[in-house]
């Protein structure tokens, strides 16, 4: 028996990751579109050159997800698939995904493919790839890993600080009024998924009152010196670095990657956005 575990690009994971036996891992590509031309979100696509176009556009911009027929592509492929998509509240992507699961298992009831609604996107998607990964690797069943999976979700968290918020509100990702005002008034924003939506909790005024902000909130959800932190950045490592030696002083024994963000989640975060996952 051979499984997969499938992600939507906005899981960041285009550095792939190491799989346990029997298991791979496939990328499923949403589209970026700027100016008539499409940037497909996929290993090797330049983001700086995604991101200068944006830029420089005057024109619509948006994302588009990856249809049916590219979730069943890869469904194909596996007697066992899970797959992973960004939030049902951001995207069409899980509903693309479960129109393709339901085409794939009528032609071949033997296979066993799982839809898993994220709620989120970036680092959360990672942390729920890695926990399949370990739990394939232990030895459950296909059912138990599901039931397994729906829980550890459950205790995830993510939060979001940008400094810029065109793309989120253009594109109905956040309201237009709560964007225009912090851009105007120089300040960075905490913001975190509610039922798979963004909220806005906190406005803050400097990188450093930011962190600390960030900080307070997540050593009040849980034990982080416990927690695998995933944090992806848009062109701002040093301020993840930052967060880091943070997290470390604060949470010892804490563990945290670091890695950047590709092309959806690039295009929402925009310039020197993080995004944290726990």
């Known amino acids: 028996m ?15 990751m190491k799989c346990a036996p029997n298991v ?14 499409s940037f497909v979100d996929e290993p090797g696509m330049d983001v700086n050159v995604m ?8 024109g619509a911009t948006g994302s588009s997800c990856p249809s049916p027929a590219a979730w069943a592509k890869i469904f194909e492929e596996a007697d066992c698939t899970f797959a992973i998509t ?15 699961r339901d085409l794939i298992m009528d032609e071949h009831p033997d296979k066993k493919i799982a839809v898993i609604d994220s709620l989120s996107t970036s680092g959360q998607m990672i942390l729920l790839a890695e926990k ?5 690797a232990e030895g459950l069943g296909f059912e138990e890993i599901i039931h397994a999976v729906e829980d550890y979700n459950q205790t995830l968290n993510i939060y979001f600080t940008l400094c810029s918020f065109d793309n989120l509100t253009k594109n109905g990702r956040m309201p237009k009024l709560v964007g225009v005002l912090a851009k105007k008034l120089g300040m960075r924003i905490i913001g975190t ?11 803050c005024r400097g990188d450093r009152s930011t962190l600390l902000t960030l900080i307070k909130d997540m ?6 010196s416990k927690r695998h932190v995933v944090i992806t950045h848009c062109a701002n490592l040093k301020l993840a670095l930052t967060l880091q030696n943070l997290l470390e002083t604060e949470a010892p024994g804490v563990r945290v990657t670091i890695l950047p963000t590709h092309g959806l989640t690039s ?10 996952s726990y």
Do not use: F
């Open 193 to 203: 998924s509610e039922h798979g939506k963004i909220a806005v909790i906190h406005k």
């Open 86 to 100: 960004i939030s049902s509240g951001l995207s069409g992507s899980y509903n693309a995904a479960m129109i393709a």
């Open 267 to 276: 295009y929402y975060a925009e310039e020197h956005g993080l995004i944290i």
């Open 219 to 224: 050593k009040e959800n849980c034990d982080l």
């Open 132 to 136: 399949i990964n370990t739990l394939i």
């Open 2 to 16: 051979n499984w997969k575990i499938a992600v939507d690009s906005s899981s960041d994971l285009h550095e792939g």
């Open 24 to 37: 791979s891992l496939s990328i499923v590509p949403l589209v970026l579109q700027v100016d008539g031309m």
């Open 51 to 58: 991101m200068e176009s944006i830029r420089n556009s005057s």
